[in-house]
């Protein structure tokens, strides 16, 4: 009995186990699965737009055919001298196989970059004083500042980028600037009420 007692032992020096038998193999690699697929199916969950194969937009330069694809679908509004809202290329990306790496937001940025370089370049363009990338401001667009950002000239304080984007998508007049450029003229024409009024 001595024998067969100490045969039991597979490594001189431990001790049998005295707890409880771990789980099958297979429980534990089923268990793995099933949490590997409720992972999979919250990567699957966060594509923000139907067609889409990225989460992430993508940091290379862009190509050709993206340049190409881009212009086919938004040539319109360049030639109308405006750029589409965010909702607007969302409905239209599910629809444009070379753009399925890049996402709305960055795609409207590369249709502003576009509209800016087409004005500068533009013969009938009247460049505006400083940087010729700067889009000059209306007296309209200076009023609707008010219209929609009053709270803020009123407290002194600046709104953030999803309302900026917000008033932008509502506001034809806007559709040329991007989010920091609103916020920047919000910014500024607070110095300036302080500066005339003394606030």
């Known amino acids: 009995n001595s024998q067969v007692e100490q045969g039991q032992i597979h490594v001189q020096g431990i001790q049998p186990s005295t707890t409880k038998s771990k789980r099958p193999v297979v429980e534990e690699a089923q268990e793995i699965c099933d949490e590997s697929g409720s992972n999979s199916q919250v990567e699957q969950g966060r594509t923000h737009v139907k ?20 212009l ?33 937001t960055s795609i409207r940025l590369w249709l502003h970059n576009r509209l800016v370089k087409q004005r500068n370049f533009s013969p009938n363009s009247t460049p505006c004083r400083g940087s010729g990338s700067k889009p000059r401001w209306t007296n309209s667009m200076k009023e609707k500042l008010y219209k929609y950002f009053e709270h803020y000239l009123s407290n002194n304080t600046l709104p ?8 932008i998508e509502q506001e034809p007049e806007y559709r040329t600037l991007t989010e920091a450029a609103l916020k920047t003229a919000v910014a500024n024409e607070n110095k300036r009420i302080r500066k005339v009024y003394h606030v």
């Open 51 to 70: 067609g889409l194969t990225r989460i992430c937009t993508s940091k290379s330069p862009w190509t050709t055919c993206e340049k190409e694809a881009a």
């Open 160 to 167: 953030g980028s999803v309302e900026c984007r917000q008033v």
């Open 72 to 104: 086919k679908y938004f040539d319109q509004y360049l030639q109308k001298n405006t750029i589409p809202s965010l909702s607007e290329i969302c409905d239209k990306i599910p629809h444009i196989d070379g753009l399925s790496s890049r996402s709305p």
